[in-house]
């Protein structure tokens, strides 16, 4: 996600939380902007808490990033 990408979330200039998002999506009024928008914020912060966890978990290092893409495809091949 690109931080010049327009937040179609806003309302009255304040950003919505993620669950306010998610409900918006699953009350099926997003429009595709807005999934597309929740969809790249998601995958950032999995990708974060990916990396934080292994961080913490493991080597106390950062993790290499084939596999944190590895963890990431595999996270998304079962929620799909």
Do not use: W
Not at 26 to 49: I, N, T
């Amino acid at each position: 996600m690109n931080p010049s990408t327009p937040n179609p979330f806003l309302v009255n200039g304040k950003k919505s939380t993620c669950l306010e998002m998610l409900q918006v999506i699953l009350d099926g009024e997003a429009s595709e902007d807005q999934k597309m928008y929740f969809k790249e914020h998601m995958d950032m912060c999995l990708d974060m808490a990916i990396k934080q966890l292994v961080k913490s978990k493991c080597c106390g290092g950062d993790a290499p990033s084939d596999l944190i893409e590895q963890i990431r495809i595999t996270i998304s091949q079962k929620i799909s």
